[in-house]
């Protein structure tokens, strides 16, 4: 079974920095490709940006050049660097692992963006 922790998310001004990191269980991590999504009020579920196995990452066009995903596969753990934020940054941020036997998704955490 795969479990996945988040942590990292906090409140911050506009143009402040926060970091996310997320932990996974199990001994499918190197083998997966992992994803940070985000949920607004109202809003579907997006992609903020994944890195497969291979250490290359996609990022959505909102949060190029100003967030970065990186992986250390020795620790298990994911990490979103978010820089410049903004308001419509503000939302629950999920973890997600991706591999050949499913897709699995931490609880969430909260980042809101103060104006």
């Known amino acids: 079974q795969v479990q996945l922790v988040e942590s990292g998310g906090g409140l911050v001004q506009a143009g402040g920095s926060l970091s996310l990191s997320c932990a996974a269980s199990g001994n499918i991590f190197r083998i997966s490709t992992m994803g940070w999504y985000r949920q607004a009020p109202g809003k579907q579920r997006e992609l903020v940006a994944d890195?497969?196995?291979?250490?290359?990452?996609n990022y959505a066009d909102s949060v190029k050049g100003r967030f970065t995903i990186s992986r250390d596969n020795a620790k298990n753990i994911v990490f979103l660097q978010m820089n410049s934020l903004k308001p419509e940054d503000t939302a629950v941020y999920y973890c997600?692992?991706?591999?050949?036997?499913?897709?699995?998704w931490g609880q969430g955490t909260q980042v809101t963006v103060s104006s």
């Open positions: 997600n692992l991706d591999s050949p036997l499913g897709k699995y």
């Open positions: 890195v497969r196995r291979d250490g290359s990452s």
